[in-house]
């Protein structure tokens, strides 16, 4: 038997409510707050991600699906979503037009990671970006979005930590700093980290290996050495966070593997995931569009894993999503069988959810399909109902039964659903 790969998971109609209710509420709260829908390619030019996302984060040195194209184009699996969202941007020259960009996407990722609960190879992401808005509203309006999908969700036990990254040259300012600090620490640090001092040293302080976290405590803070900037541009956003009520720790450790975020930056985690406790991240990355090709643009986003939140999904959440279908239709016999289809087309066409078992060849194994499929009611027609021009209704629960007439059939079930 062939089976799936390793971390890619088939997602089974069980779990579809519980999907489709968390990808309707980030819709609806997405819409709402003006942002419209975007689906990117699941393949891109490896260059793409390589140059956006930094050739040295997790991502990029060892996360990739990579492979070459039949001309030899080296092409990767997407592995987040920005990088393909800016490319369109540019691509189509939306900066050309004066409204705000704002747009957001669901679909598969892919990273080649050890799998376990709540990390795959591929897995889902919903994500926002916002073009164009060098202000502390639009990130304020992002983190907003966030917070208030993942509030109406009902997910427990969550936290939002936000940190300040600067700008460019404040980290320049920064970095060798607490390069100096990270050398002289370097035998407390894991492997991992000793490497990264000199590669992407502030991925270190992100570490969550508990001897760097230990080791990394009382290094220097690059909120000290902030330019007045930039931190002005922080106090605005954490204003705007006051002022509509959105709850926030200060994390002077968050950096985020990715190499294009600036200024904001922001993850919200969970106390009920285990180890893999971040739900959802972003920030705010002015330069990336400009080191694509684009026009200097100012842009925020942030993606959240639809897998973790389907995990944390309260049971009690999903109360108002739709359940089995309401009438069975148990046609048997010659005649009942075509009058039995006739009958489901016809409910169908009236917006009632209507299912049969064809295999089912007597009453009573119907009736055993019917409940088995938690239908509210059946729809009996065998011959004799054929021959006298009326189906037997069938209420699955009180077990009533009343005679409807089989000519414009739904006109005389509905109002018997309706009422029931
Ligand atoms: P982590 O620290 O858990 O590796 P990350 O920083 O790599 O997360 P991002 O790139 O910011 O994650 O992606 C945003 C969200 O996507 C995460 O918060 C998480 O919910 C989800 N996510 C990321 N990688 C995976 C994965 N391999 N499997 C499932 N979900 C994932
Ligand atoms: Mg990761």
Redesign the pocket.
């Known amino acids: 038997m062939i089976k799936g790969i390793k971390?890619v998971k088939d997602l089974l109609p069980e779990e579809m409510p519980r999907w489709r209710f968390i990808e309707e509420t980030a819709r609806r709260w997405a819409t709402g707050y003006g942002f419209q829908e975007i689906r990117i390619p699941i393949f891109e030019i490896t260059t793409l991600f390589a140059r956006s996302i930094g050739a040295s984060t997790?991502?990029v040195e060892k996360e990739m699906y990579t492979f070459q194209d039949r001309d030899g184009t080296s092409l990767t699996l997407r592995?987040?979503g920005t990088a393909g969202t800016v490319r369109a941007y540019i691509e189509h020259n939306r900066s050309s037009d004066p409204v705000p960009q704002k747009y957001f996407y669901f679909g598969p990722?892919f990273?080649h990671?050890r799998p376990q609960a709540?990390?795959?190879?591929q897995?889902?992401?919903f994500?926002v970006e916002s073009f164009g808005m060098a202000d502390p509203r639009a990130d304020v309006e992002v983190i907003a979005l966030l917070w208030r999908i993942l509030s109406d969700l009902a997910l427990p036990g969550l936290t939002l930590e936000i940190n300040n990254l600067g700008y460019t040259s404040d980290r320049d300012a920064y970095r060798p700093q607490l390069i100096a600090y990270l050398r002289q620490q370097d035998v407390a640090l894991c492997g991992n980290c000793r490497r990264r001092i000199e590669t992407n040293p502030l991925r270190v302080l992100d570490c969550k290996v508990p001897e760097c976290r230990a080791a990394t405590e009382p290094a220097p803070r690059l909120a000290d050495s902030l330019s007045e900037k930039a931190r002005a541009y922080f106090t605005g956003v954490l204003a705007g966070l006051d002022a509509i009520g959105i709850p926030y720790h200060l994390n002077h450790r968050l950096v985020?593997?990715?190499d294009y975020y600036c200024l904001t930056t922001f993850?919200?985690t969970t106390t009920n995931l285990g180890a893999?406790?971040?739900?959802?991240?972003?920030g705010r990355y002015d330069g990336l569009v400009e080191t694509l090709g684009g026009p200097p643009t100012p842009a925020v986003g942030?993606?959240?894993?639809l897998?973790?939140?389907a995990m944390m999904l309260p049971e009690t959440a999903l109360a108002s999503a739709p359940g089995a279908a309401t009438v069975y239709v148990a046609g048997f016999g010659d005649r009942g069988s075509a009058a039995g289809l006739s009958a489901l087309e016809e409910l169908r066409l009236v917006g009632i959810r209507a299912v049969s078992d064809f295999r089912s060849m007597t009453l009573k194994a119907h009736l055993r399909q019917a409940d088995r499929l938690g239908c509210r009611f059946t729809l009996i027609v065998g011959d004799d109902e054929v021959t006298k021009g009326f189906g037997v209704l069938r209420n699955m629960e009180t077990k009533v039964q009343c005679d409807v007439a089989l000519p414009s059939l739904s006109l005389h079930v509905l109002p018997i659903l309706r009422g029931s």
């Open positions: 971390g997790d991502i592995p987040e990722m990273r990671e709540g990390r795959l190879r897995f889902h992401q994500g985020r593997g990715l993850e919200v893999q406790n971040a739900v959802g991240a972003g942030f993606a959240v894993g897998e973790r939140m």
